[in-house]
């Protein structure tokens, strides 16, 4: 019996539409970036990372937390790839554990920002006029604060805590997102199939996200995966202070903290390691956005 | 004429930005739960001494009303108190500010120093090692954590080479400087102390590195990419054609013209470098004010990180608006 579209939901031969588009979109993706050899490493690294942060902490040679203090101090050797630090905690596990932790830190808080951003962006260029004006006040206000001092005094007055680093990543990276829908969203609001969308009845919201948006995407991945980097940075940066994550939670800013004054002792790997991962995660974010931004650049298609 | 109305409409908005900050230094002072009174009020204080506390902290008063307060106290100098050390927070500041300030404009200068030359060259011999390893160094500069970096340089530095001081402060214990601007390089100059001035250099030079690295990198790539579209003009290629000497070309006629636009990044650059500086204090323990608004916030007392978050928003709007009026005298296109 025929199902109607609405009824048919998420069935076999839609989710081999999917995949096919997927796979063409990739094998253009590829195409494109392969003038950019560096993007692909960038993506590369990224994937790496990202499935050690899903797979690796099961396979971790110590849990975490475990501290040994019969094992403290250690330089890396073959039974602890990164040594421990003082507490004798394994560097190696923390550090794939604290790749979980700072991914997800990291990409709750750009997805958060961007779906804020993006609603704040829409209404306030869909809108115009007056609404339009305070709205970017707002935001100028917001930008005026050097970024890291804005993350600092949120995350003091909200308290130390992983979920409060998460809303300031929110509030801190959301003003790029609303700007960068706002312009885009100026140009489109004056094309004519919005005109004739109108003419048929259609409302205001249905035109924000069913007409609108869907052509506003490829700038977000872009800027989203530039953000995702710097998120984690700001992430480790807020923890190293004392704002963010707390220890003994694994995370790489906290383990930098936590190795930071054994350095001067010449304990080196306590805080080389951890900072290494933040550095080839966000240097890797940034090939890959340039690269994506190659191939998602709407001038482009 | 038009240049003094765009100067003044720029300095209207500049007040509207600056209510914005305010009003949201505000908020989030009053978002949080803190009872303000347990630095006033022991456990013994009677019911009139807590009515008494209450009016002059003007706690019972509607919320705009305690805005107005908090603004009228705010523009004539009374940034609250710190109970963590128990001074006038604007008091604690003044003394903290200057070691930042030093701080941060002395990594200015040398990210410019380093960053203009090595911009230039760049573009001038494109394509050659020195163009590749200054792309290189800029892209890694900007993943870079400072203060990973920062702690890698006291490693090798300090523990490893034993050539630079430990990261403990602006110089060494029982060094005495005659304190006239808080500067110590200027202060040690000005009493002809050349020992104390090679001392305190010697304990900058690792937080300055770690301080301008990332953002010597990118002010190279706009330097390189600016200079390279200006050599790419037609007014260049002309001048080839003519036969002028290439020396000539390069650092006579292209480069007046390209490094404008590098020249408004630093007013950014700056701004950029307040929030940077706050980290190397931590790792290098200077005793700058933005160690200091993080220490109090840590233990609780949020009027320093508060002032702190104002000062440095008024400070990188301010830059910001000097940087745009600069622009406009010095581009005389965008003026008509």
Same mark, same amino acid.
């Given at each position: 019996?025929?199902? %109607?579209?609405?009824?048919?939901?998420? $069935?076999?031969?839609?989710?081999?539409?999917?995949?096919?588009?997927?796979?063409?979109?990739?094998?253009?993706?590829?195409?494109?970036?392969?003038?950019?050899?560096? $993007?692909?490493? +960038?993506?590369?690294?990224?994937?790496?990372?990202?499935?050690?942060?899903?797979? @690796?902490?099961?396979?971790?040679?110590?849990?975490?937390?475990?501290? !040994?203090?019969?094992?403290?101090?250690?330089?890396?050797?073959?039974?602890?790839?990164?040594?421990?630090?003082?507490?004798?905690? !394994?560097?190696?596990?923390?550090?794939?554990?604290? /790749?979980?932790?700072?991914?997800?830190?990291?990409?709750?808080?750009?997805?958060?920002?961007?779906?804020?951003?993006?609603?704040?962006?829409?209404?306030?260029?869909?809108?115009?006029?007056?609404? !339009?004006?305070?709205?970017?006040?707002?935001?100028?206000?917001?930008?005026?604060?050097?970024?890291?001092? =804005?993350?600092?005094?949120?995350?003091?007055?909200?308290?130390?805590?992983?979920?409060?680093?998460?809303?300031?990543?929110?509030?801190?990276?959301?003003?790029?997102?609303?700007?960068?829908?706002? $312009?885009?969203?100026?140009?489109?609001?004056?094309?004519?199939? *919005?005109?004739?969308?109108?003419?048929?009845?259609?409302?205001?919201?249905?035109?924000?996200?069913?007409?609108?948006?869907?052509?506003?995407?490829?700038? *977000?991945?872009?800027?989203?995966?530039?953000?995702?980097?710097?998120?984690?940075?700001?992430?480790?940066?807020? $923890?190293?202070?004392?704002? @963010? %994550?707390?220890?003994? /939670?694994? #995370?790489?800013?906290?383990?930098?903290?936590?190795?930071?004054?054994?350095?001067?002792?010449?304990?080196?790997?306590?805080?080389?390691?951890?900072?290494?991962?933040?550095?080839?995660?966000?240097?890797?974010?940034? =090939?890959?956005?340039?690269?994506?931004?190659?191939?998602?650049?709407?001038?482009?298609? | 004429?038009?240049?003094?109305?765009?100067?003044?409409?720029?300095?209207?908005? =500049?007040?509207?930005?600056?209510?914005?900050?305010?009003?949201?230094?505000?908020?989030?002072?009053?978002?949080?739960?803190?009872?303000?009174?347990?630095?006033?009020?022991?456990?013994?204080?009677? #019911?009139?001494?807590?009515?008494?506390?209450?009016?002059?902290?003007?706690?019972?008063?509607?919320?705009?009303?305690?805005? @107005?307060?908090?603004?009228?106290?705010?523009?004539?100098?009374?940034?609250?108190?710190?109970?963590?050390?128990?001074?006038?927070?604007?008091?604690?500041?003044?003394?903290?500010?200057?070691?930042?300030? #030093?701080?941060?404009?002395?990594?200015?200068?040398?990210?410019?120093?380093?960053?203009?030359?090595? +911009?230039?060259?760049?573009?001038?011999?494109?394509? %050659?090692? *020195?163009?590749?390893?200054?792309?290189?160094t800029s892209l890694l500069g900007v993943a870079l954590p400072s203060f990973w970096l920062g702690l890698l340089l006291i490693y090798v530095f300090f523990y490893r080479l034993r050539i630079l001081p430990p990261p403990m402060g602006r110089m060494s214990i029982g060094t005495n400087i005659r304190q006239v601007t808080g500067f110590y390089l200027i202060d040690t100059l000005l009493a002809g102390d050349l020992d104390a001035f090679g001392n305190v250099v010697r304990f900058m030079v690792l937080p300055v590195t770690a301080l301008s690295f990332a953002k010597m990198g990118q002010l190279t790539r706009l330097v390189r990419s600016t200079m390279i579209e200006t050599l790419g003009s037609t007014y260049i290629e002309a001048a080839r054609a003519q036969g002028l000497r290439k020396w000539l070309i390069?650092?006579?006629?292209?480069?007046?013209?390209?490094?404008?636009?590098?020249?408004?990044?630093?007013?950014?650059?700056?701004?950029?470098?307040?929030?940077?500086?706050?980290?190397?204090?931590?790792?290098?323990?200077?005793?700058?004010?933005?160690?200091?608004?993080?220490?109090?916030?840590?233990? +609780?007392?949020?009027?320093?990180?508060?002032?702190?978050?104002?000062?440095?928003?008024?400070?990188?709007?301010?830059?910001?608006?000097? %940087?745009?009026?600069?622009?406009?005298?010095?581009?005389?296109?965008?003026?008509?």
């Amino acid at each position: 019996m025929q199902k %109607t579209p609405g009824e048919a939901g998420i $069935s076999m031969p839609w989710i081999a539409k999917q995949w096919k588009k997927l796979r063409s979109t990739s094998r253009y993706a590829f195409f494109l970036m392969r003038r950019n050899p560096l $993007s692909l490493v +960038g993506g590369g690294i990224v994937l790496f990372l990202v499935l050690l942060a899903i797979i @690796g902490p099961f396979f971790t040679p110590y849990p975490p937390a475990k501290s !040994d203090i019969t094992s403290k101090s250690l330089p890396p050797s073959s039974t602890h790839w990164m040594g421990t630090d003082n507490l004798g905690m !394994d560097i190696f596990s923390r550090v794939v554990h604290a /790749a979980r932790t700072d991914l997800l830190i990291a990409l709750i808080g750009v997805c958060g920002a961007v779906a804020i951003g993006t609603s704040f962006g829409l209404v306030s260029a869909f809108y115009g006029r007056w609404v !339009d004006e305070v709205m970017m006040r707002v935001l100028d206000s917001l930008q005026a604060f050097p970024t890291i001092i =804005l993350a600092m005094t949120i995350a003091a007055v909200l308290g130390p805590s992983t979920r409060n680093v998460v809303i300031v990543l929110v509030v801190v990276n959301f003003p790029l997102y609303a700007r960068l829908i706002r $312009s885009l969203v100026l140009s489109l609001k004056e094309s004519q199939y *919005i005109d004739a969308a109108r003419v048929v009845g259609c409302g205001d919201a249905r035109l924000m996200f069913r007409h609108i948006l869907p052509n506003c995407v490829g700038p *977000i991945y872009v800027q989203g995966s530039l953000n995702i980097g710097w998120s984690v940075l700001m992430a480790a940066t807020l $923890s190293f202070i004392g704002l @963010g %994550t707390q220890p003994p /939670a694994p #995370e790489w800013g906290v383990m930098i903290k936590q190795g930071a004054r054994f350095m001067i002792l010449g304990r080196w790997w306590m805080a080389f390691f951890p900072g290494l991962f933040i550095f080839l995660f966000v240097l890797a974010s940034n =090939l890959l956005g340039d690269g994506l931004q190659d191939v998602l650049d709407p001038k482009r298609r | 004429m038009k240049v003094w109305f765009y100067i003044l409409r720029r300095m209207v908005s =500049l007040v509207f930005v600056m209510g914005g900050v305010l009003i949201i230094i505000f908020v989030m002072g009053h978002v949080i739960p803190a009872n303000p009174l347990h630095f006033f009020i022991g456990q013994e204080s009677d #019911e009139a001494y807590v009515a008494q506390v209450r009016a002059e902290l003007h706690l019972d008063d509607p919320i705009w009303k305690q805005f @107005g307060f908090y603004v009228s106290d705010l523009l004539h100098g009374d940034l609250g108190m710190s109970w963590s050390t128990r001074n006038p927070v604007a008091a604690d500041l003044a003394i903290r500010l200057p070691a930042t300030f #030093e701080l941060i404009t002395v990594s200015l200068i040398v990210c410019v120093l380093l960053a203009f030359p090595l +911009g230039v060259v760049a573009a001038v011999k494109r394509d %050659t090692w *020195i163009d590749h390893s200054a792309r290189v160094t800029s892209l890694l500069g900007v993943a870079l954590p400072s203060f990973w970096l920062g702690l890698l340089l006291i490693y090798v530095f300090f523990y490893r080479l034993r050539i630079l001081p430990p990261p403990m402060g602006r110089m060494s214990i029982g060094t005495n400087i005659r304190q006239v601007t808080g500067f110590y390089l200027i202060d040690t100059l000005l009493a002809g102390d050349l020992d104390a001035f090679g001392n305190v250099v010697r304990f900058m030079v690792l937080p300055v590195t770690a301080l301008s690295f990332a953002k010597m990198g990118q002010l190279t790539r706009l330097v390189r990419s600016t200079m390279i579209e200006t050599l790419g003009s037609t007014y260049i290629e002309a001048a080839r054609a003519q036969g002028l000497r290439k020396w000539l070309i390069h650092y006579r006629l292209a480069l007046k013209n390209a490094v404008l636009p590098p020249i408004t990044q630093i007013g950014l650059i700056w701004g950029n470098l307040i929030g940077g500086a706050v980290i190397v204090e931590i790792v290098f323990a200077w005793p700058g004010a933005g160690s200091w608004a993080v220490d109090a916030a840590l233990a +609780g007392d949020y009027a320093p990180i508060q002032a702190f978050a104002i000062i440095m928003a008024a400070a990188r709007v301010i830059i910001f608006l000097i %940087t745009d009026i600069l622009y406009l005298f010095i581009d005389p296109r965008i003026r008509y």
